[in-house]
């Protein structure tokens, strides 16, 4: 009931940036959490950085200082703006979101995009 549409993934040189986009939509009545994973080739999915929607980032160790999350609540979306890539940044990246659908028991989702290829290369 809830979809992840995720754009802005492509073939980038190390040193430069792309900026990855989500949109959520369906039944939503609130988003709780949005974020990226992502699966690199032959590796588990992995956390890259995820926002609350008190507006609250977290992010892996591996990107800190080179990835800025942010959201808007209002229009349930989220972006990822990735600075410095490098070729280990090169992964499949997924968006992420949970919250309470809009039905009367406001059942939780957890819904996944279908993935955004990044590869950085020369």
């Known amino acids: 009931q809830v979809q992840l549409v995720e754009s802005g993934g492509g073939l980038v040189q190390p040193g430069g940036s792309l900026r990855l986009s989500c949109a959520a939509s369906?039944?939503?009545?609130?988003?709780?959490?949005m974020g990226w994973y992502r699966q690199a080739p032959g590796k588990e999915r992995e956390l890259s950085a995820h926002?609350?929607?008190?507006?609250?980032?977290k992010y892996a160790d591996s990107v800190k200082g080179r990835f800025h999350i942010s959201s808007d609540n209002a229009r349930n979306t989220v972006s990822l703006k990735m600075n410095s890539l490098k070729p280990e940044d090169t992964a499949v990246y997924y968006c992420?979101?949970?919250?309470?659908?809009?039905?009367?028991?406001?059942?939780?989702?957890?819904?996944w995009g279908q993935g955004t290829q990044v590869t950085v290369s020369s």
């Open positions: 926002i609350s929607s008190g507006g609250k980032p």
């Open positions: 992420n979101a949970a919250g309470l659908i809009a039905n009367i028991d406001l059942p939780s989702f957890y819904s």
């Open positions: 369906g039944s939503i009545f609130s988003i709780n959490v």
